[in-house]
C-alpha cells in the first residue's frame, strides 16, 4: 500500500467525492455525534448534497479550489475551500471559506485532515482579501480544538440546514 497524495480535485473524481461525503457525513454526524435527523430530511440533505451532479458544479464554481487525499486510485479525504457564505456581519463573499474537510472513518488518524488543512490555508490566504472562516457544528469539540491550533476563533453562530432540521453550528475567524 503506498501513501497518500494529496492533489487538486478533478471532474473525474465527482462521484468519488459525492460517496465519500455522503458516507463520512454519515459516519461522522449519525453514527458518531447521534444527532437525530428525522429520516426525510437526511435524505434530503444527502441527496442534495453529496450526488455527483452537485459536485461537478461545485468543483467548477469560480473562486473554489478542492483537494484530495487519494492512495492506490481511492478517495480517502478532501476539502474544499471558496468564497465565504457563512452569515456573519463582517464577512464578506471576498473573504475566503473552509466549507469542507471530510476525512474517512477507513483514514482517521493517518494525518490526512491535518494535511488537507494546511494546503487549504496556505490556498485561502493567497485568495482573500479579509479574514479565513469556517462553520463548524457546535458539538463537534475536535474539530474545534484543531482549528483553535491554527488561530481560529469563534465569532459567532447559525443554523445549517439538514433538510427541515437546524444544527447549531458556530462561526469561526481568523485574522
Known amino acids: 500500500m503506498t501513501d497518500a497524495v494529496i492533489r487538486p480535485a478533478r471532474t473525474e473524481d465527482a462521484q468519488q467525492l459525492a460517496d465519500l461525503g455522503r458516507e463520512t457525513f454519515i459516519d461522522t454526524f449519525v453514527t458518531g455525534f447521534g444527532i437525530p435527523y428525522p429520516e426525510a430530511d437526511l435524505t434530503a440533505f444527502l441527496n442534495a448534497s453529496f450526488n455527483a451532479d452537485t459536485i461537478r458544479a461545485k468543483l467548477a464554481e469560480p473562486g473554489a479550489a478542492w483537494w484530495v487525499a487519494e492512495r492506490d486510485g481511492a478517495l480517502l479525504a478532501f476539502a474544499n475551500t471558496g468564497p465565504n457564505t457563512l452569515p456573519h456581519p463582517d464577512g464578506k463573499p471576498s473573504?475566503?471559506?473552509?466549507?469542507?474537510?471530510?476525512?474517512?472513518?477507513?483514514?482517521?488518524?493517518?494525518?490526512?485532515?491535518?494535511?488537507?488543512?494546511?494546503?487549504?490555508?496556505?490556498?485561502?490566504?493567497?485568495?482573500?482579501?479579509?479574514?479565513?472562516?469556517?462553520?463548524?457544528?457546535?458539538?463537534?469539540?475536535?474539530?474545534?480544538?484543531?482549528?483553535?491550533?491554527?488561530?481560529?476563533?469563534?465569532?459567532?453562530?447559525?443554523?445549517?440546514?439538514?433538510?427541515?432540521?437546524?444544527?447549531?453550528?458556530?462561526?469561526?475567524?481568523?485574522?
Open 95 to 175: 473573504h475566503a471559506e473552509l466549507r469542507r474537510l471530510y476525512v474517512s472513518k477507513a483514514a482517521q488518524g493517518l494525518g490526512l485532515g491535518t494535511r488537507l488543512l494546511a494546503v487549504s490555508l496556505e490556498w485561502m490566504e493567497a485568495n482573500t482579501d479579509g479574514p479565513l472562516w469556517i462553520g463548524v457544528w457546535s458539538g463537534n469539540l475536535k474539530a474545534q480544538k484543531l482549528y483553535a491550533a491554527y488561530g481560529f476563533e469563534k465569532a459567532g453562530e447559525y443554523q445549517y440546514p439538514v433538510g427541515r432540521w437546524l444544527d447549531d453550528e458556530f462561526i469561526l475567524r481568523r485574522g
